[in-house]
């Protein structure tokens, strides 16, 4: 009978990682476009989409940054910036 506690304990270091990174992101694009005042949470959620945002869309119009995680980091930092710019403006409204 096989263990599952691993694949758990994998998901879980998966999760937090996804969280670490995109919290990261999400406060590099709140740097870079300054005053949306989201947070530290509204930041994580923002890098977490960013990052998927910003990883779908680039390839779609051509742009490759490579495939290594300093590539993965600037394009989900360019994916972020695009939905802060976009609250912003919603914001506004």
Do not use: H, Y
């Not at 870079?32 to 869309?57: A, C, E, M």
């Not at 390839?59 to 802060?84: Q, R």
């Amino acid at each position: 009978m096989e263990s599952t506690v691993g694949s758990g304990q994998g998901l879980l270091i998966a999760i937090l990682v996804t969280i670490l990174i995109g919290g990261i992101i999400g406060w590099l694009a709140t740097l870079i476009v300054k005053g949306t005042g989201l947070g530290l949470v509204g930041d994580v959620v923002l890098g977490i989409v960013g990052s998927v945002l910003g990883g779908w869309l680039l390839p779609k119009i051509g742009l490759s940054l490579g495939s290594g995680l300093a590539g993965l980091i600037i394009a989900g930092v360019i994916g972020a910036v695009i939905i802060l710019l976009i609250v912003k403006l919603l914001k506004r409204a």
